[in-house]
């Protein structure tokens, strides 16, 4: 009895031995062996794996980013040019710095602003809001104002105004990571330059009707009336659709579509008040 168990005991432990060494050369056979440059890029990232690079999360930025020596147009949001010159050391490259980004709302359609039709007792989901009804106004291009961008965030960045029940972006603390732009069931929020000071200038509003339409929804949609476009020395404003759009590279925020605005749906931002003039001037 004694005999068969240290048998067993022997036989089972060669057994194992043999099947370790088998796996130990077929590991050694067909590892892949990974660059660990990957690993201190890594390091110098944030973590934050937000994905608003494009990619799944900070490792796969990482791999992409020391596998590709040319991939010069990748750009980690949340670190901005500090973490890439970092990462550009690790790998002794150059890096291009780019302009800090931001999130910004296209609708300006305040409580006071757009006429409430109708009470939603539903689901205080935008998505599933935005599948069942238009909204609690005429407008059907507006924020519906129930927080998926809020809820998207990851940074505390954005929260909604009880006051103009809009979301606000918190911009000391925003990425420009995209998830709220990805959230937003009406496109309405966009990633767009801070601009030199933090000062910009865009279109707040995504209302496609026509101008009589749209005036009767919302006292400050756009109205497609090209004043704007006529106003702008520099081509940066269109109007595709019966609505403006600015450019920001192409904007030098000289304000002169602000002025002629005749809604008031181009907000400047950061800017200092102008200086009003006098008799003599």
Known sequence: M?????????????????????????????????????????????????????????????????????????????????????????????VQEQMPKLAVLRCNGSCGASERLNIYDGSSVCAVAADLYGGETGCSYGCLGMGDCVNACVFDAIYIDPQTCLPVVVEDKCTSCGACVKACPRLILELRPKGPKSRRIYVACANKDKGAVTRKVCSVGCIGCKLCVKACEFEAVTVTDNLAYIDPDKCRLCRKCVAVCPTGCILEINFPPKKQKTENE
């Open 2 to 94: 004694t005999f068969t168990l240290l048998y067993t005991i022997l036989s089972l432990s060669l057994l194992g031995g043999l099947l370790a060494v088998i796996l130990f050369i077929v590991a050694q056979k067909f590892k892949v062996q990974e660059d660990p440059r990957i690993d201190q890029v890594l390091e110098v990232l944030p973590g934050a794996n937000c994905g608003g690079c494009g990619f799944a999360g900070c490792r796969a930025f990482a791999e992409h980013y020391v596998n590709n020596p040319e991939a010069t147009d990748i750009f980690c949001p949340v670190g901005g040019n500090p973490v890439m010159k970092l990462a550009a050391q690790v790998l002794d490259r150059e």
